[in-house]
């Protein structure tokens, strides 16, 4: 397993310089989630910016055995952010476009790292919102609620973000691009 001088060459093909955080004050903003009770610094934090630069890390993580946590806004309150000491931090931020606002069938095409409220705002025109609304939705992003299923009190009403959800594209651990569900 790579050690932390290693990462930067590891990863310099992949990524621009700065995308890659190796240094101790550079990496403590990402010691820990919303769960502040426990703190680590992973190898690096690195901040991918295209699906092809994601599926690259996630192959060369594998070849090198380098344990992977992903991470959006770091507001869980559940520790599924935290940094493992031994591995890298891949934080998808960067990812924050809102691809399409279709009012007519009342979907919204966004990236990964996009705001819940971030996507209101752009509905908002339409006289549409987005329903699943933990008290986070100011900083906290859409794949991340699709991992914790978050939601708010409107869910009473509209239902947990896995009710709100028609389709996905991810990546698996292997590197594959995968998409379930379907746009309608
Ligand atoms: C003040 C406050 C209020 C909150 N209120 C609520 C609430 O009302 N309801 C509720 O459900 N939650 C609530 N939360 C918890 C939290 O905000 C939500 O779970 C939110 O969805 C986390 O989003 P995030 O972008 O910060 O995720 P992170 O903390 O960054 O990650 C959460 C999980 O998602 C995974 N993940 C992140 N991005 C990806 C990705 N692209 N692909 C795959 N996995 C990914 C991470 O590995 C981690 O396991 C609250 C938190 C705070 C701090």
Request: proline share 5%; glycine share 8%.
């Amino acid at each position: 397993m790579p050690n932390r001088n290693e990462i930067p060459a590891l990863f310099s093909g992949l990524l621009p310089k700065n995308n890659i955080l190796t240094s101790a004050e550079m990496l403590r903003p990402y010691e820990c989630d919303g769960y502040t009770a426990y703190k680590s610094l992973p190898l690096a934090v690195l901040l991918p910016e295209t699906t092809q630069q994601v599926i690259e890390i996630v192959k060369a993580c594998q070849r090198e055995s380098l344990p992977i946590v992903t991470q959006g806004a770091g507001t869980g309150l559940s520790g599924g952010a935290h940094p493992i000491s031994n591995g890298i931090l891949l934080n998808l931020s960067k990812f924050n476009h809102i691809l399409e606002i279709n009012s007519e069938l009342q979907y919204a095409h966004v990236e990964s790292g996009v705001r819940n409220l971030a996507t209101s705002e752009a509905a908002s025109e339409f006289g549409l919102y987005y329903a699943p609304d933990p008290s986070s939705q100011i900083a906290c992003t859409i794949a991340s609620n699709i991992a914790e299923n978050s939601g708010g009190v409107y869910c009473l009403k509209y239902g947990l973000t896995l009710h709100n959800l028609l389709e996905i594209t991810f990546v698996t651990i292997d590197g594959d691009l995968i998409t379930i569900g379907s746009e309608c």
